[in-house]
């Protein structure tokens, strides 16, 4: 399967973005599907998952209450909203795909290219 991710930008803090990860290829529904950020000089965080069907999810503690990730099979893709962006949240953010059904799954096998997001005034 192929990914593309869209919809970064540039954001004052308090802002809102939503992400977008296209499908291709492949059916996205067979397919768990995550969303990674990396900062510069970080390490590449998990930041949210969701099950084939969407009815399971997980955010990460840096995402809770502020993020949502959902999917929406009929179109094949995979979005982040994203409110409340702090600076911190500044980073580069690739959305990710496995067979597999664990959440915190230890391994993501197809990656979309990224897409920068950048929180400032």
């Known amino acids: 399967v192929q990914l593309q991710a869209s919809g970064g930008g540039l954001v004052q803090p308090g802002g809102s973005l939503r992400l977008s990860c296209a499908a291709s290829?492949?059916?996205?529904?067979?397919?768990?599907m995550s969303w990674f950020r990396q900062a510069p000089g970080k390490e590449r965080e998990l930041i949210a998952s969701?099950?084939?069907?969407?009815?399971?999810?997980y955010h990460a503690e840096p995402a809770k209450g502020r993020f949502t990730i959902s999917r929406d099979n009929a179109k094949n893709t995979v979005y982040l909203q994203m409110n409340s962006l702090k600076p911190e949240d500044t980073a580069v953010y690739s959305c990710?795909?496995?067979?597999?059904?664990?959440?915190?799954?230890?391994?993501?096998?197809?990656w979309g290219q990224g897409t920068q997001v950048t929180v400032s005034s």
């Open positions: 990710a795909a496995v067979n597999g059904s664990l959440l915190l799954s230890p391994r993501w096998d197809y």
């Open positions: 290829g492949r059916t996205l529904s067979n397919y768990l």
């Open positions: 969701i099950s084939r069907g969407g009815g399971r999810i």
